[in-house]
């Protein structure tokens, strides 16, 4: 970086008294990227380490499982920079077809028009200007959650170098006959009048009705159960299973259909469940997946009933119907003539809906575009198996394996005008012939009018991105990534897809590690939905406790592989974090704080400097393993209780003394106090790091912490002065638990005799500051002895409590829990009584027991202290 930067000032009155999180993160993200912190250089003899961001939809908006990834993903990269790597961040968005088609139409019928009114050139120019204008919101956002991306790579799914991508290895596959053309049962919306792939479906529980036929008559009459009672004007067989007696003579047999004048064959397929309904199932295998399958055994024809809309196409009284409208008719019409044996209504069952609009899924018999995945899918499993993949945590493994060990080919084709199209090309005398990047087809051949799959483009994300299928100094650089941060729920859809692109395309997988993260749901652990009015803006929280805070409650939230809860008390505790942060480091440069100069030797220190160093090596070499297993909420949790408990408490309180009292030993302490926050600042940063960025180039003097050498652990331990100040922790907190358990207030001064062991006796005057104990004198009369390990405290505490009354309160407190023990440990040791009443009465009864006990051991104590 040739730019060259004035050093800041370490002068504590620049720091504002009060810490406010908005005046100082959009000046300084700006700042960062003006000056190219976040740049990659492809060039670089740095080694590299690449992660992709999951595109977000160019329609979609900063929300709070987006939020929740991008912390992680950020933290990783800005440590990694920090430590000597050529870091890339690579941003990015999906052109999201269906989505992004549906926001536009939205548009254009608020002008009382529709797409085909514009047709087909005209309305993607109405899309593409959407995106100039409207599209792309997440990417203001995402700098404003502070993500330390290369905004000179943004890509775009539909931009000129991901188009000859796709084109490229749409060519290939098709060449290599991966790719074909077949007519299957597919997910069909009738409102969005595409196929949709299988996570574009959400599953709701719906009331509808279950309704029984009877078809054929007599003995040759056969009993079908139904939900959609429409489809059986496309029925063409009846399938039962072929052990089950009851149907074996109607096998081969064909029965009448009714309303139809047809007559379909009973045919024997194991699929069939005996056991469940009638034993016998209706087959339509142009609108049921698992009935195509039987269809395809027995070589039954396919009907197709519906047309795109789902309005009946059979000829008749039903023609024109939509199918809602036509099950209660077709229902009704089957009434009339004896032919409904049973209805149960309503019927709870689990019904598919598009996740775009909410319209109820058809499955529908489609000619399609397919890839044949089998020969994909097992390399990308292989890769895996083999070792040359990791995923985290190793234990979701497992559903990866479920998954594309048993992938079914993949329908790439969809329905729409706003998306990659299919670059197959029809001639005039049914010539069909695929076409490349800088090919042309003939002018009388006609394009296939369908689009590809937004998740085809989306799974060459980590090398297109690089310039693929150019091979550019990116891509040797950044491919493979280095890992792939996604959450579970994509291991299916995305993640497979990438692998088995990757692998095929450039015979590498296309990244390292697989870790992946759980979902973010509400405080209560429900899933966050409009629906159920818990949908949190992550604006909203940025805004009121600042970027910093939202960001350390949802890292300390993060357990690898598992859902993670989010509350708003969190977010408010990680914003009294950094408050403490940025108070603490006030603290020290006002107190003379410095990282001027080394370090002093190991005999210049006292033994509260030698503890505070010792734990902060050991914390830097435990915030360095949980990085590296993304362990965030216990990466968080151990920086927290160091930089509050330990530096923060123990260490500023047990160091006023040495500081009041000046000199040498003064001197030692202020350098290393600016080390300790030196250090515990480049540790926060990546995860908090605007107040980290901030708060170290003032304690620094230096450019910027997004460019400062990663902590790392010299090795220095001092297991003696971690010992010696434990027992001082665990004295001052028991007299303290004490003064606390007898109502004396902390600001209140006690007499005290203090009876130290040699280790405790350099720390008295420390122990006496912050407990408020004075001397003794002539006259002293303890009321209270605390024996606390091999030390003894002595109080007096007459003049703070009423010490008899105190005693008599204690008395009856302990007859009281002491009589709560007998009679629960009483009842407990009953073994009628426990034979015979609830469970939960009888751990109610059991945790009185514990709560008695634990009750009279805290007394007995509390009256032994008190002397007699």
């Known amino acids: 970086m040739t730019e060259t930067h004035p050093r800041n000032s370490n002068d504590p009155t620049t720091l504002p008294t009060t810490f406010v999180p908005v005046e100082l993160e959009g000046e300084l993200y700006v700042r960062w990227v003006d000056r190219g912190y976040f740049r990659a250089d492809a060039t670089s003899n740095k080694p590299a380490y690449t992660v992709v961001i999951p595109p977000p939809n160019v ?15 950020d933290a990783i990269t800005r440590r990694k920079r920090m430590q000597g790597f050529e870091t890339l961040w690579q941003p990015g968005m999906d052109h999201a077809g269906i989505a992004t088609q549906n926001v536009v139409e939205r548009e254009l019928a608020k002008e009382g028009l529709s797409r085909h009114d514009l047709g087909r050139e005209a309305f993607e120019q109405r899309v593409w200007q959407w995106k100039a204008q409207s599209g792309g919101a997440i990417s203001d956002q995402m700098r404003r959650l502070g993500d330390g991306v290369d905004w000179d790579r943004e890509r775009f799914t539909m931009d000129e170098g991901l188009s000859r991508a796709v084109q490229t290895i749409f060519q290939r596959l098709y060449n290599d006959e991966l790719i074909y053309r077949a007519e299957r049962i597919i997910n069909w919306c009738p409102r969005c009048t595409t196929a949709i792939s299988d996570i574009e479906v959400d599953h709701n529980d719906l009331d509808g009705e279950l309704v029984s036929i009877r078809y054929g008559d007599g003995e040759d009459s056969i009993v079908v159960a139904t939900t959609r009672a429409e489809t059986m004007l496309g029925d063409t067989a009846v399938a039962v299973h072929p052990d089950d007696d009851r149907y074996r003579h109607l096998v081969g047999r ?27 199932v209706k087959v339509t295998p142009a609108h049921d997946p698992n009935d195509f399958e039987i269809g395809q055994r027995h070589n039954l024809p396919s009907l197709t009933v519906m047309d795109e809309r789902a309005s009946i196409t059979v000829p008749g009284p039903f023609q024109g119907l939509d199918r809602l409208e036509a099950r209660s008719t077709v229902v009704a019409a089957l009434r009339a003539e004896g032919r409904i044996v049973a209805e149960k209504r309503p019927y709870v069952h689990a019904v598919g809906h598009c996740s775009r609009c909410g319209t109820v899924i058809e499955p529908r018999l ?28 190793p234990e979701l493994a497992g559903r990866y394996f479920d998954w594309v060990d048993n992938l079914r080919d993949w329908n790439i084709s969809r329905q729409l005008w706003w998306g990659h199209r299919i670059p197959i090309w029809y001639g005039p005398g049914g010539e069909v012939i695929c076409i490349g990047p800088d090919e042309t087809a003939p002018e009388d051949y006609v394009q296939d009018p369908d689009v590809l799959d937004t998740w085809f483009s989306s799974g060459l994300w980590p090398f297109s991105t690089m310039g693929w299928p150019e091979q550019t100094d990116s891509l040797a650089k950044f491919y493979p990534n280095s890992v792939l941060f996604t959450g579970y729920d994509l291991l299916f859809f995305w993640i497979a897809r990438m692998m088995m692109f990757g692998l095929y395309a450039t015979g590498e997988p296309p990244f390292a590690v697989i870790a992946l993260h759980g979902m973010v749901r509400d405080k209560h652990g429900k899933k966050m939905s409009k629906s159920f009015g818990n949908v949190v803006d992550p604006i909203e929280w940025m805004d009121t406790y600042g970027t910093d805070a939202l960001r350390f409650a949802l890292a300390r939230a993060a357990n690898p592989g598992t859902d993670a809860p989010i509350a708003e008390e969190s977010v408010e505790g990680a914003r009294n974090f950094t408050t403490k942060v940025w108070n603490a ?3 020290a440069l006002l107190n003379g704080a410095t990282t001027t100069g080394p370090l002093p030797s190991h005999a210049e220190l006292s033994a509260v400097d030698r503890w505070i160093l010792s734990r902060l090596n050991t914390v830097v ?10 362990e965030f909420a216990k990466l968080t949790d151990a920086l927290y209780h160091f930089a509050w408990d330990e530096a923060f408490d123990w260490y500023v309180e047990l160091s006023k003394a040495t500081y009041a009292a000046g000199g040498d030993a003064a001197d030692a302490s202020r350098r290393v106090l600016g080390h300790i926050l030196d250090v515990l600042l480049r540790l926060l940063h990546p995860i908090i790091p605007f107040v980290t960025d901030k708060l170290w180039t003032t304690l620094t003097g230096e450019e910027s912490v997004v460019i400062a050498s990663w902590p790392t652990d010299t090795g220095y331990r001092d297991l003696g002065a971690e010992a010696e100040i ?47 104990l004075e001397p003794v004198t002539d006259e002293f009369s303890p009321t209270a002895t605390l024996p606390i390990g091999q030390a003894r405290v002595s109080l007096d505490l007459s003049q703070a ?11 009856k407190d302990f007859a009281a829990a002491q009589k709560e023990l007998e009679n629960t440990s009483k009842k407990l040791g ?19 027991r514990d709560k008695a006990q634990n009750d009279t051991d805290r007394i007995q104590r509390q009256l032994e202290a008190l002397s007699k």
């Open 726 to 772: 434990a027992e001082l922790q665990h004295l001052v907190t028991e007299v303290r638990r004490f003064r606390s358990e007898q109502g004396v207030r902390t600001s209140q001064p006690v007499p005290a005799r203090l009876e130290l062991t040699p280790a405790l006796l350099a720390h008295e005057s420390a122990i006496r500051q912050l407990l408020r």
């Open 585 to 587: 480091t006030r603290f």
């Open 801 to 811: 409590i009423d010490v008899d009354a105190e005693r008599r309160r204690l008395e």
């Open 366 to 393: 489609s000619m399609q575009w397919w890839v044949k995945v089998a020969p994909l899918a097992k390399a990308a499993g292989d890769a895996v198996r083999d070792g040359r993949v990791s995923i985290h945590p």
């Open 830 to 848: 009953n073994d009628s009584f426990l034979a015979k009443a609830p469970a939960d009465i009888i751990d109610g009864i059991r945790s009185r």
């Open 59 to 73: 329609t979609g908006r900063l929300h709070m499982g987006h939020a929740y990834e991008h912390t992680q993903i």
């Open 254 to 280: 064909e029965i009448e259909l009714p309303l139809t004048g047809r007559r379909i064959p009973v045919v024997a397929d194991e699929h069939v469940d005996p056991e469940f309904g009638s034993g016998a």
């Open 621 to 630: 070499a435990e915030a360095d393993s949980l990085f590296e297993d993304y």
